[in-house]
């Protein structure tokens, strides 16, 4: 009997090819799945350029290099690939140890500033289904 072994993408020892991510989602956080901060998806987080010792790891290593500029939380989730909920764990770590810092998205003000213009929306709208 051969027993045949998935490869490793990119030599990453957490990921088999054939198998997928070799270390379960909730593991990467403790089995942890409230941060110690508010986190929404349009989260904006950059990088301090501190490096603690106390936040350390693959996972976390993967985070701070995306984070390089300002960055949401939803797409940190989808280029580690982990669930949301385990991403904004790692992210409340790395606030926690002053690696990273995090700005809530932008309130949109209910002034007529902020309104939109139906017009220009429908006239885009008809451009897209020409296109299609």
Not at 48 to 61: F, L, N, S
Not at 86 to 106: I, M, S, Y
């Amino acid at each position: 009997m051969t027993v045949r072994r998935g490869r490793r993408r990119g030599g990453d020892p957490w990921y088999d090819d054939e198998a997928g991510r070799l270390v379960r989602p909730y593991t990467v956080s403790n089995g942890r799945t409230r941060p110690t901060a508010h986190f929404d998806l349009l989260t904006m987080v950059m990088a301090t350029g501190r490096r603690p010792a106390a936040c350390q790891g693959p996972d976390y290593a993967q985070v701070l290099g995306l984070c390089g500029g300002p960055v949401s939380v939803a797409e940190i989730a989808a280029h580690i690939r982990l669930p949301a909920v385990v991403t904004k764990v790692l992210l409340a770590d790395l606030v926690d140890c002053g690696a990273l810092t995090a700005r809530a998205p932008e309130a949109v003000s209910a002034g007529p500033a902020s309104r939109t213009d139906r017009a220009l929306l429908e006239a885009v709208l008809n451009g897209l289904r020409k296109r299609l």
